[in-house]
């Protein structure tokens, strides 16, 4: 049981929505997969006190593709927090600009969820698959970190870390030893949430937790081999939802999908059943 005053981060990426719900890669039914994480999310008790979308929303950048996109999203009854990956074009912050409070464009903005203060800070580069921290976001999230000792979490698309999946680092972001300096310049944060690799994975920055989420559609191969091709598999999609209380952060995986259970470990006497 999650205590109920702890603040519920939930964390949705990289849906590669596609106009009017077309197949993404011509096999992957994406709408659907977002369409099932929504009533997923909905259905959660408690209830994510807030959504978290970290990047990649569509898969070529379309205003259409947005548009089926919010079809989807707006049906959350849960505050969902949006910053682009590096498949989301330009348009991304004229259509979405009702889901930011003061965002600067490129750059980045800042939500308050219950106790808990999110910077959601840019990395795409525009008609690029890697992702950059350059001066003016570096700036930006330092001045932004000094501003508050409040409890905070970092969201952005692209890791600041080599994961081992080659084809993917080789479109990784440039300009972490811009980042590492950020970060160093007040309070660190509770954690950093990416997407972007589509599984979920855990490393750190200057010793703050860096937490991959995985896609609620389809999940990058898992093969470390140096020369392993760009390729998917269709694994269990999944949220994650990061909560912070007094305990600190503490993050669950949240599978989407019916399951068998719950069954008891225990009978009715207290006695562990099958044994």
């Keep these: 049981m999650i205590p109920q005053e702890a603040t519920i981060v939930a964390q949705l990426t990289d849906l590669h929505i596609r106009a009017g719900g077309a197949l993404a890669y011509g096999r992957v039914d994406t709408r659907a997969f977002l369409a099932a994480a929504v009533d997923h999310l909905n259905a959660l008790a408690p209830r994510p006190d807030a959504v978290v979308v970290s990047g990649d929303l569509v898969d070529l950048g379309t205003a259409e593709e947005y548009a089926t996109a919010r079809g989807e999203l707006d049906r959350l009854e849960i505050p969902w927090l949006p910053i682009p990956g590096n498949h989301d074009g330009d348009a991304f912050w004229d259509v979405l600009a009702d889901r930011m409070i003061d965002p600067v464009r490129d750059v980045g903005y800042v939500a308050q969820v219950g106790t808990v203060r999110i910077l959601l800070l840019d990395t795409r580069v525009p008609g690029a698959l890697g992702g950059r921290i350059d001066a003016a976001r570096a700036n930006w999230l330092a001045a932004r970190l000094v501003e508050s000792d409040a409890p905070t979490l970092l969201v952005m698309h692209h ?92 993050t669950h995986t949240s599978f989407i999908g019916a399951h068998p259970g719950p069954y008891p470990f225990f009978a009715p006497d207290k006695r562990l059943i099958g044994a």
């Design 159 to 250: 890791p600041p870390f080599t994961t081992g999946i080659a084809h993917m680092d080789a479109i990784g972001l440039e300009g972490v030893a811009l980042l590492d300096a950020a970060l160093g310049e007040g309070p660190a944060p509770l954690a950093v949430l990416c997407g972007h690799i589509h599984r979920t994975i855990v490393s750190r920055i200057r010793d703050i937790p860096v937490i991959v989420g995985p896609s609620p559609a389809h999940a990058v191969t898992l093969d470390l081999a140096p020369d392993a091709p760009s390729t998917f598999h269709l694994e269990p999609p999944a949220v994650l939802l990061h909560t912070v209380g007094s305990a600190g952060l503490v």
